[in-house]
């Protein structure tokens, strides 16, 4: 199977005023097409700092990501927002909707700029959404909102999905249903969704398990016994 | 002194808003420098003016007459209440400056020769007093000397009664009658080519024929009486000699343009720093509402620490009044060195020994309480609503904000917005009164600018109407008595004359019930070919045969309407008095004018032609041939030629006009860009989450600058017509203030100042946005999606 990302001795560096904050140490990973992976790690592991150089949020202070055959270390700032626009779909934890615009709005903001979108009717049907697409965000739930969120990411079809910590702001129900959003997306449309999270329970859900710590991957886990969101054990 | 860790907070939470902290204090500095600028200027002219006034003894009231012998003095001096009386012989005599080819020309003003005058003493710059029985010694008015550079031991011919004498200036004073001089029937002053010579009293009398007599004189009152009780004794004393009616010294032209400036200042001095100070408020409002939208925890920390409301509210005033007091300082010192331009200015236009510039005490305290006000009205309703949410309350974040549909999106605009769009109008709709306060401001904006370009525009007009339609002569003739048509004959056969119309005017009391004024009353002849009476519009009015047509202006303070009767009491020849129909009345430019058919005149005065001047088309390539011959001509009071009074007319507007441009320009700019700026940082503010959000999903710089722009550009947009009204009204006002009975200034809004101050608006608004665009491209896409609000 081709890899989507190769990441090869990819190491960030922040100064934070007079020291050098050690971010990611010299991290090799393949992430496949259509898996559900899911990052795991305390704070301050570097999971974020990670998803944002996939994501094209970031640039490494060294080694190199490759997406596809096109490599992600040495692009500009209008590489980066083209690629976002094109193959990334993103899901925050809190959300980030327009709070101007209506569900289905929201999501048509990212399919107005794709090449070749879905109906943003349908990507919010995905979601178990279509009854409330011309609910405003203020009238929604937080799992709704996110909901909406998720819509708004596949909407534009996009290569990879990556979500940050997207149940955290969430009890357990309501992260269930976005987790089985989710799941769904990854099964139906083969996206690769990335999930970034502290919580070990979502793991069960996932193709491979990367846990980090201190800037550094320390077990890849492949599975081959997925559990469904429901059965998870919070 | 210790400084309170709540002050420390106070000052470094300024220091993180700086940009709009400064934005919004330059508009209160625009409306403190509007303050100082006209109040510290009309302190000055005026408490100048009236100590010049009386160290120099002033006259309270003016009389020309035709000739009346000195023992009238006497009658004058026992009515009550007058205190002093000045005799005098005044005349206009023609100059031959060599550096001129058109005549320049000199009020001769008598002046005892061995004592100073009782009343309008002169102030003497420069030279010596008279010396009695020199008639050839004259003290010439500053202004003139200044202008064609003269010194005390030149010599001047002048044509004095018909002949030609060398008048040697032995001194150059300054005179509380002339501190504004311009010849009789000219709209600005021209200091080259007119000025006030004042000479031995037995000199003028002989030259003039006014041995033992007088035919101009200054009256001093007892303090505190009006004039107008006066007047009345004066004029029937003085009617048998022809007495062209005497006024009080508020309509002395002089005085009238002094203080009718003094007027204008003090009203400009008082609306403009208001609107300024409006404008203020309102950003003010805006822009704390915002800080203190994000200060909620640290607001309930203060709380929680055990801070008073009182303590907070105070505390978060403390930042309007900061601003404030930075804006008082800064606009102080903006005003002061406009103001002392202004003053500058006034000094090419006024004549007093010192007219000095300073800045009261009083205009500084009034602009500090003027701006404690406006800031304490914009924070108020901002700090209360910050205070009084509860503690536990303010450590929440605050409730997402509720949007709707906006009202304008009916499906079909709706299809045509796009998402840029509808963020952009539902922004607007969720918080319509911020909206209408930023069009309110960028609109006062529009109208500041807007008023420079109007009055540029009505200056245009103004020559346009005076110069061209209503005056089509090259050369205004007027005589020194009036003459028979001969005269207009001789005249026709002077170089380069083509056509010439006799002009006949006579002065009168015009009547109706108590109203009355006095004025030349102009005849007309059917033809119209040169003069015409045109209204402001630039229309001829065709001229009926009987009856008297009067000017808007006059009919207003006579209180008439078309066919009412009014009294005229002619104040030369056989002195006739006519009741006549009032057959026109003309909307005009002038203030206080009157015509009658020119037949009709020469009727009413049982004259033949007479005329007392000429008009003339000359071909202008004998222009400097004829002007030389004219100003050899004895008979020959004053020449005006179209060309040079029009010259000296633009120098002066432009003059005045570009430093008030110049001004409105600033003050303009200051409050649009603050507007612009106040409420893009806001916006910013509220919506960099958003916007990063844009920016994370895909969305390029360009992109997501068009929905933050958008909004200003929409704002901007929607202010412009209303700034136009707002313009509209405020020059019509300004106009209102200016309209007197000397001339009438027209309101005419052209396209071009319309367009002029759409554009600059436009330009000030861009600039800040994209100083503020500036700040979308050092968004942190990262650690604002981290963050919840």
Same mark, same amino acid.
């Given at each position: 199977?081709?890899?989507?990302?190769?990441?090869?001795?990819?190491?960030?560096?922040?100064?934070?005023?007079?020291?050098?904050?050690?971010?990611?140490?010299?991290?090799?990973?393949?992430?496949?097409?259509?898996?559900?992976?899911?990052?795991?790690?305390?704070?301050?592991?570097?999971?974020? #700092?990670?998803?944002?150089?996939?994501?094209?949020?970031?640039?490494?202070?060294?080694? @190199?990501?490759?997406?596809?055959?096109?490599?992600?270390?040495?692009?500009?700032?209008?590489?980066?927002?083209?690629?976002?626009?094109?193959?990334?779909?993103?899901?925050?934890?809190?959300?980030?909707?327009?709070?101007?615009?209506?569900?289905?709005?929201?999501?048509?903001?990212?399919? @107005?700029?794709?090449?070749?979108?879905?109906?943003?009717?349908?990507?919010?049907?995905?979601?178990?959404?279509?009854?409330?697409?011309?609910?405003?965000?203020?009238?929604?739930?937080?799992?709704?909102?996110?909901?909406?969120?998720?819509?708004?990411?596949?909407?534009?079809?996009?290569?990879?999905?990556?979500?940050?910590?997207?149940?955290?702001?969430?009890?357990?129900?309501?992260?269930?249903?976005?987790?089985?959003?989710? @799941?769904?997306?990854?099964?139906?449309?083969?996206?690769?969704?990335?999930?970034?999270?502290?919580?070990?329970?979502?793991?069960?859900?996932?193709?491979?398990?990367?846990?980090?710590?201190?800037?550094?991957?320390?077990?890849?886990?492949?599975? #081959?016994?997925?559990?469904?969101?429901?059965?998870?054990?919070? | 002194?210790?400084?309170?860790?709540?002050?420390?907070?106070?000052?470094?939470?300024?220091?993180? /808003?700086?940009?709009?902290?400064?934005?919004?204090?330059?508009?209160?500095?625009?409306?403190?420098?509007?303050?100082?600028?006209?109040?510290?200027?009309?302190?000055?002219?005026?408490?100048?003016?009236?100590?010049?006034?009386?160290?120099?003894? &002033?006259?309270?009231? &003016?009389?020309?007459?035709?000739?009346?012998?000195?023992?009238?003095?006497?009658?004058?001096?026992?009515?009550?209440?007058?205190?002093?009386?000045?005799?005098?012989?005044?005349?206009?005599?023609?100059?031959?400056?060599?550096?001129?080819?058109?005549?320049?020309?000199?009020?001769?003003?008598?002046?005892?020769?061995?004592?100073?005058?009782?009343?309008?003493?002169?102030?003497?710059?420069?030279?010596?007093?008279?010396?009695?029985?020199?008639?050839?010694?004259?003290?010439?008015?500053?202004?003139?000397?200044?202008?064609?550079?003269?010194?005390?031991?030149?010599?001047?011919?002048?044509?004095?009664?018909?002949?030609?004498?060398?008048?040697?200036?032995?001194?150059?004073?300054?005179?509380?009658?002339?501190?504004?001089?311009?010849?009789?029937?000219?709209?600005?002053?021209?200091?080259?080519?007119?000025?006030?010579? $004042?000479?031995?009293?037995?000199?003028?009398?002989?030259?003039?024929?006014?041995?033992?007599?007088?035919?101009?004189?200054?009256?001093?009152?007892?303090?505190?009486?009006?004039?107008?009780?006066?007047?009345?004794?004066?004029?029937?004393?003085?009617?048998?000699?022809?007495?062209?009616?005497?006024?009080?010294?508020?309509?002395?032209?002089?005085?009238?343009?002094?203080?009718?400036?003094?007027?204008? =200042?003090?009203?400009?001095?008082?609306?403009?720093?208001?609107?300024?100070?409006?404008?203020?408020?309102?950003?003010?409002?805006?822009?704390?509402?915002?800080?203190?939208?994000?200060?909620?925890?640290?607001?309930?920390?203060?709380?929680?620490?055990?801070?008073?409301?009182?303590?907070?509210? $105070?505390?978060?005033?403390? $930042?309007?009044?900061?601003i404030g007091l930075v804006g008082v300082v800064i606009g102080t010192a903006g005003g002061a060195s406009l103001g002392s331009a202004i003053i500058d200015m006034y000094n090419s236009f006024f004549r007093f020994p010192v007219l000095l510039f300073g800045v009261p005490v009083h205009v500084v305290v009034e602009s500090l309480a003027l701006t404690f006000v406006a800031a304490g009205a914009g924070a108020f309703t901002a700090v209360r609503r910050a205070v009084a949410v509860p503690p536990a309350e303010a450590m929440r974040p605050e409730a997402p904000p509720r949007?709707?549909?906006?009202?304008?999106?009916?499906?079909?605009?709706?299809?045509?917005?796009?998402?840029?769009?509808?963020?952009?109008?539902?922004?607007?709709?969720?918080?319509?009164? *911020?909206?209408?306060?930023?069009?309110?401001?960028?609109?006062?904006?529009?109208?500041?600018?807007?008023?420079?370009?109007?009055?540029?525009?009505?200056?245009?007009?103004?020559?346009?109407?005076?110069?061209?339609?209503?005056? *089509?002569?090259?050369?205004?003739?007027?005589?020194?008595?009036?003459?028979?048509?001969?005269?207009?004959?001789?005249?026709?056969?002077?170089?380069?004359?083509?056509?010439?119309?006799?002009?006949?005017?006579?002065?009168?009391?015009?009547?109706?019930?108590?109203?009355?004024?006095?004025?030349?009353?102009?005849?007309?002849?059917?033809?119209?070919?040169?003069?015409?009476?045109?209204?402001?519009?630039?229309?001829?009015?065709? =001229?009926?045969?009987?009856?008297?047509?009067?000017?808007?202006?006059?009919?207003?303070?006579?209180?008439?309407?078309?066919?009412?009767?009014?009294?005229?009491?002619?104040?030369?020849?056989?002195?006739?008095?006519?009741?006549?129909?009032?057959?026109?009345?003309?909307?005009?430019?002038?203030?206080?004018?009157?015509? /009658?058919?020119?037949?009709?005149?020469?009727?009413?005065?049982?004259?033949?032609?007479?005329?007392?001047?000429?008009?003339?088309?000359?071909?202008?390539?004998?222009?400097?041939?004829?002007?030389?011959?004219?100003?050899?001509?004895?008979?020959?009071?004053?020449?005006?030629?179209?060309?040079?009074?029009?010259?000296?007319?633009?120098?002066?507007?432009?003059?005045?006009?570009?430093?008030?441009?110049?001004?409105?320009?600033?003050?303009?700019?200051?409050?649009?860009?603050?507007?612009?700026?106040?409420?893009?940082? !806001?916006?910013?503010?509220?919506?960099?989450?958003?916007?990063?959000?844009?920016?994370?999903?895909?969305?390029?710089?360009?992109?997501?600058?068009?929905?933050? /722009?958008?909004?200003?550009?929409?704002?901007?947009?929607?202010?412009?017509?209303?700034?136009?009204?707002?313009?509209?009204?405020?020059?019509?006002?300004?106009?209102?203030?200016?309209?007197?009975?000397?001339?009438?200034?027209?309101?005419? !809004?052209?396209?071009?100042?319309?367009?002029?101050?759409?554009?600059?608006?436009?330009?000030?608004?861009? !600039?800040?946005?994209?100083?503020?665009?500036?700040?979308?491209?050092q968004l942190d896409l990262v650690a604002v999606l981290k963050i919840r609000e």
């Amino acid at each position: 199977m081709p890899a989507l990302f190769d990441i090869r001795d990819l190491a960030k560096v922040y100064r934070m005023g007079e020291v050098e904050v050690h971010a990611l140490r010299q991290i090799n990973l393949r992430l496949d097409e259509g898996k559900f992976v899911v990052l795991l790690g305390p704070s301050g592991s570097g999971k974020s #700092t990670l998803l944002n150089i996939i994501g094209g949020l970031d640039v490494p202070t060294s080694g @190199e990501v490759i997406y596809r055959d096109t490599s992600l270390t040495h692009a500009d700032e209008a590489d980066l927002t083209s690629y976002r626009r094109q193959h990334v779909g993103f899901v925050f934890q809190f959300y980030n909707l327009i709070p101007s615009l209506t569900a289905v709005e929201n999501v048509a903001l990212v399919t @107005e700029i794709s090449d070749s979108p879905m109906d943003p009717a349908e990507a919010l049907k995905l979601v178990n959404l279509g009854e409330r697409q011309d609910h405003f965000p203020a009238q929604l739930s937080g799992g709704e909102q996110q909901r909406v969120a998720i819509a708004r990411a596949i909407a534009k079809r996009p290569a990879v999905l990556l979500c940050d910590e997207p149940t955290g702001a969430l009890d357990i129900s309501t992260g269930v249903i976005v987790l089985e959003a989710l @799941e769904r997306v990854n099964a139906e449309m083969g996206t690769t969704t990335v999930v970034i999270t502290h919580n070990a329970a979502i793991a069960s859900m996932a193709d491979r398990v990367i846990r980090l710590a201190d800037g550094r991957v320390v077990s890849v886990e492949d599975r #081959t016994e997925k559990l469904a969101p429901r059965d998870l054990s919070w | 002194m210790r400084i309170t860790p709540l002050n420390r907070k106070l000052f470094r939470d300024l220091l993180a /808003m700086k940009g709009q902290a400064i934005a919004i204090a330059m508009v209160v500095a625009a409306g403190v420098a509007v303050y100082v600028m006209y109040m510290a200027t009309f302190t000055s002219l005026q408490r100048t003016q009236q100590a010049y006034y009386q160290r120099q003894r &002033f006259a309270d009231v &003016f009389a020309s007459l035709k000739r009346a012998p000195l023992r009238v003095v006497n009658e004058l001096a026992a009515l009550p209440d007058v205190s002093v009386v000045e005799p005098r012989v005044v005349s206009t005599v023609t100059l031959d400056l060599p550096a001129f080819e058109e005549p320049a020309s000199a009020r001769l003003v008598s002046i005892p020769v061995n004592r100073r005058p009782l009343i309008n003493d002169l102030y003497l710059r420069r030279g010596r007093w008279i010396e009695a029985g020199r008639s050839d010694e004259v003290i010439a008015s500053e202004g003139f000397v200044l202008a064609n550079k003269l010194n005390p031991g030149d010599r001047i011919p002048a044509i004095i009664n018909g002949r030609l004498r060398q008048l040697t200036i032995v001194g150059v004073a300054l005179s509380p009658e002339y501190v504004y001089t311009i010849r009789p029937g000219e709209m600005v002053p021209d200091d080259k080519r007119y000025g006030i010579f $004042w000479m031995d009293e037995q000199a003028l009398a002989a030259a003039f024929d006014m041995e033992g007599g007088f035919n101009d004189v200054a009256i001093g009152l007892a303090p505190g009486v009006a004039p107008d009780e006066v007047i009345d004794g004066i004029d029937r004393i003085l009617e048998p000699y022809g007495g062209l009616g005497a006024i009080p010294r508020s309509l002395q032209l002089s005085n009238w343009t002094v203080q009718n400036e003094l007027n204008q =200042m003090q009203t400009f001095g008082v609306l403009l720093p208001v609107i300024f100070m409006t404008v203020a408020a309102f950003i003010l409002n805006v822009a704390l509402t915002r800080a203190l939208a994000l200060q909620r925890p640290q607001i309930a920390a203060l709380k929680a620490l055990g801070y008073t409301n009182r303590a907070i509210g $105070w505390h978060y005033l403390k $930042w309007a009044f900061v601003i404030g007091l930075v804006g008082v300082v800064i606009g102080t010192a903006g005003g002061a060195s406009l103001g002392s331009a202004i003053i500058d200015m006034y000094n090419s236009f006024f004549r007093f020994p010192v007219l000095l510039f300073g800045v009261p005490v009083h205009v500084v305290v009034e602009s500090l309480a003027l701006t404690f006000v406006a800031a304490g009205a914009g924070a108020f309703t901002a700090v209360r609503r910050a205070v009084a949410v509860p503690p536990a309350e303010a450590m929440r974040p605050e409730a997402p904000p509720r949007y709707r549909r906006s009202l304008f999106e009916t499906p079909l605009i709706a299809r045509q917005l796009g998402t840029a769009g509808r963020m952009v109008i539902r922004n607007i709709a969720r918080h319509p009164l *911020r909206a209408a306060a930023s069009v309110f401001g960028i609109g006062f904006a529009v109208a500041i600018l807007m008023i420079g370009f109007v009055f540029n525009g009505a200056i245009e007009r103004l020559i346009v109407t005076q110069f061209w339609e209503a005056e *089509r002569q090259d050369v205004t003739i007027s005589y020194v008595e009036p003459h028979s048509s001969t005269a207009q004959y001789a005249l026709a056969r002077l170089p380069g004359v083509m056509a010439v119309e006799p002009q006949r005017s006579v002065a009168a009391r015009i009547r109706s019930g108590h109203h009355d004024r006095y004025l030349a009353i102009s005849g007309v002849s059917p033809t119209q070919r040169f003069k015409r009476i045109v209204d402001r519009g630039g229309q001829a009015i065709r =001229m009926p045969p009987g009856g008297v047509v009067l000017s808007l202006t006059l009919a207003k303070v006579l209180q008439i309407k078309p066919g009412d009767v009014v009294t005229l009491e002619v104040l030369e020849g056989h002195r006739p008095v006519r009741t006549l129909e009032v057959t026109g009345i003309v909307d005009d430019i002038m203030g206080l004018s009157a015509y /009658m058919d020119i037949t009709a005149l020469h009727e009413m005065m049982h004259e033949g032609n007479v005329a007392n001047g000429a008009l003339m088309l000359v071909d202008s390539a004998h222009e400097a041939e004829l002007a030389s011959t004219l100003k050899k001509t004895p008979a020959v009071a004053g020449a005006a030629f179209k060309r040079a009074v029009l010259q000296s007319f633009r120098d002066v507007m432009a003059a005045n006009m570009s430093l008030s441009i110049f001004i409105n320009l600033i003050f303009a700019g200051i409050i649009a860009f603050g507007v612009v700026y106040n409420a893009a940082r !806001v916006s910013l503010s509220e919506r960099s989450r958003e916007l990063a959000s844009l920016r994370v999903l895909g969305f390029t710089r360009a992109e997501i600058s068009l929905i933050l /722009m958008g909004e200003l550009a929409l704002l901007t947009l929607v202010a412009l017509p209303v700034g136009g009204m707002f313009g509209w009204g405020l020059a019509a006002a300004m106009v209102h203030t200016i309209d007197s009975e000397v001339y009438r200034f027209p309101l005419f !809004v052209t396209r071009q100042a319309v367009a002029m101050s759409f554009l600059g608006i436009i330009v000030a608004a861009c !600039v800040s946005g994209l100083i503020v665009r500036r700040k979308l491209d050092q968004l942190d896409l990262v650690a604002v999606l981290k963050i919840r609000e």
